[in-house]
């Protein structure tokens, strides 16, 4: 593996041993893969930032780490809302712990944000190397921006954010990205609802597991290319997708798919994801909900009071910037929780079963949550939320 001669120096422990630190995981990763060198990356998302993952010994490496990242980086979701974790009904001793984490993170020059959309926050272009590590981030940024991330592991991102550099291979070459095989998709409804696209991306993910698909026959928008990536990566492995007309790299390059394999899936069947059934808890923004998530929330909400407890996640950023709705929104008595999410909180713990309008929080909540979970359409979910039912 070739290193320029700057490169080299850090890796000879010139820049201090936790640089050199990074750049032997860096070097050793490149190896593995089989990649001629290094190429600079324009940011970093870092995994590994729950304390309910991480726990004392993760804590303990970070503690021993003496850097700065030198690229914009975010943290992924942590265990709580750091503001609100009272409310969220987190135990002050977690509380403590997770709070240590995000200031050793704090103390490398990560940024206090811990979420997976951080493509609302840091600018993201096509073509851009990057070093993201939450899957449907790392979808999100390959399939719907354009831009070049494999899925890293927390280390590997924190040691890109720290040496500016990933090493490219993957995803990160041009010849990785094609195509592997078409998905047909018939009858899916030319709507709004992000639930639409996690049923379809949870049964794709399952049928593709980590090859690349290109899907043709739909016109999904932005949320729910979003919610189609995420759920393939929780499903499958996809990191990457395109889709006809729609995504960047298939409009501007001419894929060859003679030859792949074509699988149909018919979106009547898919339906039948959707299920009824009592919950006692009702969860959105996963990922993270962008603004104009919440703007539509909002508008579902107004007039209305929550039965059952209704958690909304968004990134601080986006939060933020979207004051007055998120009052409009609370005024319900459901809470919009920055930092975290249902997956990552021991919050979600307490609840037997949760309602959700995300193919990836449906496929993850039974494992990481012991919760069952039931899929329905946005408005369904606030329907159950301000009725009981
Ligand atoms: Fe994001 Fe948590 Fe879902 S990290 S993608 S909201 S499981």
Redesign the pocket.
């Known amino acids: 593996m070739y290193l320029d001669p700057d490169e080299e120096k850090i890796l000879d422990g010139e820049s201090g041993t936790t640089k050199q630190k990074m750049m032997e995981i860096l070097v050793a990763l490149g190896k593995v893969f089989g990649a001629a060198g290094m190429v600079a990356i324009k940011s970093a998302q870092v995994s590994g930032a729950s304390y309910k993952t991480i726990g004392e010994y993760g804590l303990e490496w970070l503690n021993s780490l003496d850097a700065r990242v030198v690229v914009p980086a975010v943290l992924?979701?942590i265990g709580m809302d750091r503001d609100r974790w009272r409310e969220m009904e987190i135990r002050p001793e977690f509380a403590r712990k997770q709070e240590e984490v995000v200031r050793a993170y704090e103390r490398l020059g990560v940024s206090m944000e811990c979420t997976?959309?951080p493509y609302y926050i840091t600018e993201t272009q096509y073509g851009d190397h990057l070093a993201w590590s939450?899957?449907?981030a790392v979808a999100y940024a390959n399939s719907v921006i354009g831009a070049r991330t494999n899925r890293e592991g927390g280390p590997s991102a924190l040691a890109a954010a720290i040496v500016g550099k990933t090493p490219e291979y993957g995803l990160h070459l041009s010849e990785e990205r094609r195509p592997a095989v078409v998905i047909d998709a018939e009858g899916v409804p030319d709507d709004h609802e992000i639930a639409t696209y996690g049923a379809l991306g949870f049964h794709a993910g399952s049928v593709v597991g980590n090859r690349i698909p290109i899907f043709s026959g739909i016109r999904p928008d932005r949320d729910q290319l979003k919610a189609l990536g995420?759920a393939m990566a929780a499903s499958g492995a996809v990191a990457l997708f395109h889709v006809e007309g729609v995504t960047p790299e298939a409009k501007r390059l001419s894929f060859d798919l003679s030859g792949l394999e074509r699988i149909h899936l018919d979106y009547g069947e898919i339906r039948e994801t959707f299920s009824d059934g009592a919950v006692d808890a009702v969860a959105l923004?996963?990922?993270?909900c962008s603004p104009f998530e919440l703007t539509g929330i909002a508008a579902l909400l107004k007039g209305k009071k929550v039965k059952i407890p209704l958690f909304i996640?968004a990134a601080r950023n986006v939060i933020q910037r979207s004051r007055e709705v998120v009052s409009e929104i609370e005024k319900s008595g459901a809470r919009v929780y920055s930092d975290t999410?249902?997956?990552?909180s021991p919050a979600m713990e307490r609840f037997d079963a949760v309602m959700v309008n995300?193919g990836?929080?449906y496929s993850?909540l039974p494992n990481m949550c012991g919760a069952l979970a039931r899929l329905g359409t946005t408005e369904e979910c606030i329907a159950v939320a301000t009725s009981g039912i």
């Open positions: 992924n979701p997976c959309t939450e899957s449907s995420a923004g996963c990922p993270h996640f999410c249902m997956v990552v995300s990836k929080a993850y």
